[in-house]
């Protein structure tokens, strides 16, 4: 698969993220457990999920029920985003019917490109940034255990996604092998669910023109869109019609205030690694005061760490714009400096 030229089993660093190796829950607790898991589909995927007069999706719902949909279609933008919430046992058989209608449908919507002689099918998993490690595990082993235990290959991007902190996760195998990966897929994100906190979800959008707001990443914002939410993978709060979901173990924060233009002030936790913290800030705070300058939001950090992990909260506040590009930002440090750590034994 030509996808697997940009994608590693492996990135230097993951492992280092790992979150809690479980919290003794039974199956019966996770197969319970509520969580959101989307991926990535194509135009004529999506068209095969929805069915005719949406069928294929009232179907899905009737048979598992999880809440399921996808994307609205944006023109000129192939990629749209299929969006499943309810238990994990739900979720996971609902993503093994999506893999069979897709194989099954395959032909027919001019998919031959897709369908494999060997039954299989790849789903695009979008994995919070933040929680990849524990999917990977040290030193890959989870990844591994996943993939022995299902039958299924599983490749994770290296980069996130534009405008986000999210990143792929493909998953390639028979409609029962990625049931049972999913199950374990979404174990891990159960297990590592305060690390979901602060994602940026990917949205399919037409990329910006020049001339519209830079990017970090030489990206610009699109200048028609709308800002989109923030959330965190496995909340199961997709569906939520409000533009922000606070999902910070601390609830009990004053109303929102406005900026002088009038957009509400919004207010984001993330969860920074103890050993990370320096690299973020910078020598005398440079690089957090660059960050603040140029996202215009606010940022404070917790001065000691919020849990047993040493991990310290950043808290960001300020506009929709201005706190995604301060997300996009600090995980473009932390990729930075973990890329260079990972390459130090190298230079000696």
């Known amino acids: ?22 919290e003794n829950r039974t199956e019966e607790e996770y197969a319970a457990a509520q969580l959101t898991l989307r991926a990535i589909v194509t135009s004529k995927e999506a068209g095969v999920i929805i069915g005719k007069a949406g ?33 994990l046992e739900s979720i996971s ?5 999506v893999a069979k209608s897709l194989l099954e449908g395959a032909p027919s919507m001019g998919m031959g490109g897709v369908m494999t002689t060997n039954g299989t099918h790849p789903i695009r998993l979008l994995i919070s940034h933040n929680q990849m490690g524990t999917v990977i595990g040290r030193q890959g082993l989870k990844i591994k255990q996943i ?24 998953v390639t195998g028979t409609p029962d092998g990625l049931q049972k990966a999913i199950w374990e897929i979404g174990k891990c ?42 959330n965190r993978t496995g909340s199961g709060a997709d569906f939520a019609d409000s533009s922000f979901n606070r999902r910070s173990p601390e609830s009990n924060r004053p109303p929102p205030t ?27 705070g440079s690089k957090i005061s660059e960050i603040r300058r140029s996202s215009g ?7 000691a760490p919020h849990d047993d992990t040493g991990e310290r909260m950043f808290t960001i506040t300020g506009s929709a714009a201005a706190n995604e590009k301060a997300l996009y930002l600090l995980y473009e440090n ?15």
């Not at 069928?55 to 809440?67: I, P, Q, S």
């Not at 902190?165 to 493909?170: D, F, G, K, L």
């Not at 919004?266 to 910078?282: F, K, L, R, Y």
């Open 334 to 348: 932390l990729e930075a400096e973990k890329m260079r750590r990972s390459q130090a034994p190298q230079d000696v």
């Open 189 to 230: 994100l159960i297990d590592d669910e305060q690390r979901g906190y602060g994602t940026v979800l990917y949205n399919p959008v037409m990329r910006a023109q020049a001339g519209a707001g830079p990017l970090g990443n030489g990206g610009a914002f699109p200048s028609t869109a709308a800002p989109r939410s923030f």
């Open 297 to 303: 939001a606010r940022i404070s950090i917790a001065k």
């Open 258 to 284: 406005h900026t002088e233009d009038g957009e509400e002030l919004q207010t984001q936790n993330i969860s920074i690694p103890a050993d990370m913290v320096g690299c973020i800030i910078g020598r005398a």
């Open 93 to 97: 058989k609902a993503y093994g019917i």
């Open 147 to 170: 993939q022995d235990g299902s039958g299924v290959r599983m490749v994770a991007q290296k980069e996130m996604l534009p405008q986000s902190t999210e990143r792929i996760v493909e």
């Open 55 to 87: 069928k294929n999706v009232a179907d899905l719902r009737d048979e598992t029920g999880v809440r399921a949909g996808v994307s609205k279609v944006v023109p000129g933008v192939h990629d749209r985003v299929l969006t499943v919430t309810g238990d």
């Open 1 to 22: 698969m030509s996808a697997d030229e940009n994608m590693t089993d492996v990135v230097p660093g993951d492992d280092n993220r790992m979150g809690p190796a479980g």
